[in-house]
């Protein structure tokens, strides 16, 4: 069973104030990814990691930051938010093996700037 | 570049009906393809996937050829439940030059009437 955690569920703060998105698993895996969908929209690759002290920017530039100190914890912080920062945030894990591209997604954090 | 295309919803079907969701996909190389299912309130689950041409991948009741002639992945299920109510994501997944690349499609509501 997979064990990937996100934290708060839903977020609800004011322009300009700074957050971090809590994500960690206890899988153990050394990868570790955020998403960000808006409703109805694709999910896009916004940090990925590949172990501790490794992080990199996804396929949707985003202005959001990411830091990798511990395996199992991979937060997200906004340093100012914005009302264009409201969307959906998934945060996912994995352990890739030969032919497994599995990734466990987290429950998400629901994001909304006022 | 990469995109994955999936039928528009919402789809509404009727207990024990058949059920097919479309999904087309543009790709350079090999991608792993992936149905996804987000119930309400819930994370992305992984419903199944398949690695290569001509795999099957089949999940509770629920099934998808990787057809790389027509780039296509549906998702069929022979007599839907009123539980596989849920938003349902085709995605791809290959590694690129900058690592592992996901795309997802928009998503595909279902909804099951008694």
């Known amino acids: 069973e997979a064990d990937i955690y996100q934290t708060p569920r839903y977020l609800v703060i004011g322009t300009g104030k700074k957050i971090t998105l809590e994500c960690s698993q206890t899988m153990g895996h050394d990868k570790m990814y955020w998403y960000q969908q808006d409703p109805g929209m694709e999910l896009h690759l916004i940090h990925y990691?590949?172990?501790?002290?490794?992080?990199e920017k996804g396929d949707l530039s985003s202005e959001s930051t990411v830091s990798r100190i511990r395996t199992e914890h991979f937060p997200l912080t906004l340093e100012s938010a914005r009302p264009s920062h409201t969307s959906q945030y998934l945060c996912?894990?994995?352990?890739?093996?030969?032919?497994?591209?599995?990734?466990?997604f987290g429950p998400g954090t629901r994001l909304t700037v006022l | 570049g990469d995109s994955v295309t999936q039928m528009e919803g919402p789809v509404t079907l009727s207990e024990e009906a058949f059920l097919t969701i479309n999904c087309t996909y543009t790709a350079t190389g090999y991608p792993s393809l992936f149905w996804y299912v987000q119930y309400p309130g819930e994370g992305l689950q992984l419903l199944l996937k398949a690695t290569k041409a001509d795999d099957k991948g089949s999940n509770k009741g629920f099934e998808a050829t990787y057809r790389k002639e027509t780039t296509s992945f549906h998702l069929e299920k022979g007599s839907v439940q009123v539980s596989d109510s849920a938003v349902y994501f085709c995605?791809?997944?290959?590694?690129?030059?900058?690592?592992?690349?996901?795309?997802f499609g928009a998503g595909t509501r279902l909804f099951v009437k008694a």
């Open positions: 990691s590949y172990g501790v002290n490794s992080t």
């Open positions: 995605a791809l997944r290959h590694r690129n030059t900058g690592g592992f690349k996901t795309i």
């Open positions: 996912a894990s994995s352990e890739p093996q030969r032919g497994n591209n599995e990734q466990f």
